[in-house]
Each structure stands twice: as C-alpha cells, then as structure tokens.
C-alpha cells in the first residue's frame, strides 16, 4: 500500500505539470490573439501554486489512482480566464486558445515518445518491460506520454466544459446554435456519462498513438 501511494504521488505530480502545461498553453496563446486577461491575472506561469485546485488537482487524482489501482486518472486545474471578445479572428481565435492547450500535452507526449524510440542511440540500455529491470528513464517518460495522451484525448471530446466543446461551438453555423445551448446546459451530465460508459471504448486509441509514437 506504501509503494502503492508513493507511486500515486508521482503520478499525480505528472499529471498537475502536465495540466498546468495545458492551462498555460491556453493563456499565452489568447495573449498572443490579444487578450492579456491571463497575464494580468499573473496565470502565465508554470508555477503549480497559481493553477491548482486543491480537490481536482490533487485530491481526486490521487483517490483516483488508489481506488482503481492505477488504471484511471484525470484531474483538473483552474481555467486560465481569457475574454473571447477581445481575441482576434474572433471564433477562430477562440478555437485556436481551446486546442492550444491538447496541442502542449501532445507535443510533450510525442517528445518524449521520441526520446524513448531513440534512447539506445544516446547510450541507454534496450527497453525491458521486467517491473524489477526497468530503466528508470523508461518508467519516467511512459508515464508522461501516457498522462499527455490521456489528457490530450479526453480534452477534444466536444462535451463542455473540456475544449472539445469550444473547437466545436467555432465550427457551428449559427443555425446550429441550440446545439451549443443543448451541451451547455447538459454538459456535467453528459461528461460524467461519457466517463462511466465511453471512455472505456475511446482510451485504447491512447495505446495504439502510444505504440506508434515509441515503437514499444
């Protein structure tokens, strides 16, 4: 139970950088459309301090973890605020700030990915999936591109309030709005459907990209 907790810790340590990654993602891209509602706010920072929430961050993760022996974890940090009105390209600015934050937790996921298929190049042994042989490193970066694709892959589901939902709602013609008033209202309901009935069927995408981007 010991070993258990301490590799909890770990995993959740993994997950809130990776998270706050995302939220800063979102916030300086906004900055960069211009809207410095995050910068002023001091949120563009990789400081865990200034994103966490105590019960989605941490608490939940780590109950998360022990309850299902590792097999699932998602979290949560506060949303970076940004004023869509002031955004240039109006819509399209906003989807831009919505993917930017799945296309951090992807280009850390592929990074290390990579790092893992080459690793034999920079001098480290073969990969060995022996629990008592594993190369740290190996260990290490797994866990971070799993945690970045877990991430990446529930976050473009278009259920609000994960973004998703934004990237959708900038594609929608404006006949098409009730949809957006549909999933606005229904959209907790919805997500926690989604996580008790779906996730199951979508996650093992998560593997095949895993296996693809490290060739293990």
Known sequence: MEIQFIDGIFYVSVLIMSIVIHEVAHGYSAYLLGDDTARLKGRLT???????????????????????????????????PYNPNNLRNGRFGNMIVAFAGIFMNLAIAVSFGLLIRFATSFGLPPY???????????KISTIIVMMNLVLALFNIIPIPPLDGSKILFSFLPAKFRYIENFLEKWGMVLLLFFILFLWSKVSPVIFVVFSFITGL
């Open 128 to 138: 060995n999936p022996d629990p008592l042989l594993l190369h740290p490193f190996y």
């Open 46 to 80: 990789l400081n865990p301090l200034k994103h966490l929430d105590p019960f989605g961050s941490v608490i939940l993760p780590l109950l998360l973890y022990i309850s299902t022996a590792g097999s699932f974890l998602i979290g949560w940090a506060k949303p970076v």
